[in-house]
């Protein structure tokens, strides 16, 4: 079946480093691929998303590209602030008929100090 | 505005209770998930609902039903409740296109169930 992997955490840098989460993929057909955020205490939010291959998503300094060739959607920010610090959740997305199955990766913790 | 709302926040119940989270949505979608989010984050799809009807079922045990008033609710009653119960349920929601669905799900902001 479908299935994702993402980076373990956690992942503790500081203020304004450069951040990257890999994340790949295992699916038949072309899944969409998504970035979810998890801020403490709280309910997922969609933090960026892409369709198709070569499609980049982007959102609140954050990007991913959907790189079909390494099955990857790895997400990058060039600064983080303290503010970033929640759980990533890469995920894909099973078309259905009348609904789409989202298939998560184990979610990565990030820690931003200032 | 609460796009998808979740009702009760927190839930802390014995082993063998009935419980039950509800579930609703404002967005006007057509169809309804549940997931679990465990101990160590790791979120899995139980069910989907589209129009009222069960879509998605994920060999989840018989104790755990859903049930679809309308298009904009989809609540959750477990039966006989176990340790391993305890998880965070998360609720959400996405519009249909026509044939497909749209690939977005929007999510509430879950209910902690604590299982003594």
């Known amino acids: 079946g479908n299935s994702v992997t993402q980076m373990e955490g956690p992942v503790t840098l500081s203020e304004e480093a450069f951040l990257t989460i890999n994340c790949t993929y295992t699916?038949?057909?072309?899944?969409?691929l998504f970035w979810y955020v998890q801020y403490p205490g709280e309910g997922l939010q969609l933090l960026l998303k892409a369709t198709k291959a070569d499609d980049k998503g982007s959102n609140k300094g954050f990007e991913a590209t959907y790189r079909k060739e390494t099955t990857s959607f790895h997400l990058e920010k060039g600064s983080v602030q303290v503010s970033d610090s929640a759980v990533y959740f890469c995920?894909?997305?099973?078309?259905?008929?009348?609904?789409?199955?989202?298939?998560f990766g184990a979610g990565t913790i990030l820690r931003v100090k200032s | 505005d609460t796009a998808v709302s979740q009702t009760p926040k927190y839930l802390v119940t014995q082993m063998g209770n009935d419980k039950s989270i509800k579930c609703e949505q404002n967005?006007?979608?057509?169809?309804m998930y549940w997931y679990k989010q465990d101990s160590k984050k790791f979120l899995k799809i139980m069910f989907s609902y589209n129009n009222k009807e069960l879509i998605i079922n994920e060999t989840v045990p018989n104790r755990f039903s859903p049930k679809s008033p309308d298009k904009a609710h989809l609540n959750l009653h477990i039966n006989s409740l176990e340790l391993g119960d305890s998880a965070v349920y998360f609720c959400a929601s996405s519009p249909t296109q026509g044939a497909l669905s749209y690939n977005e799900q929007f999510f509430g902001p879950g209910t902690r169930l604590t299982v003594l």
């Open positions: 699916a038949t057909g072309y899944p969409s």
């Open positions: 995920a894909l997305s099973e078309r259905k008929e009348y609904g789409n199955k989202l298939v």
């Open positions: 967005l006007g979608h057509d169809t």
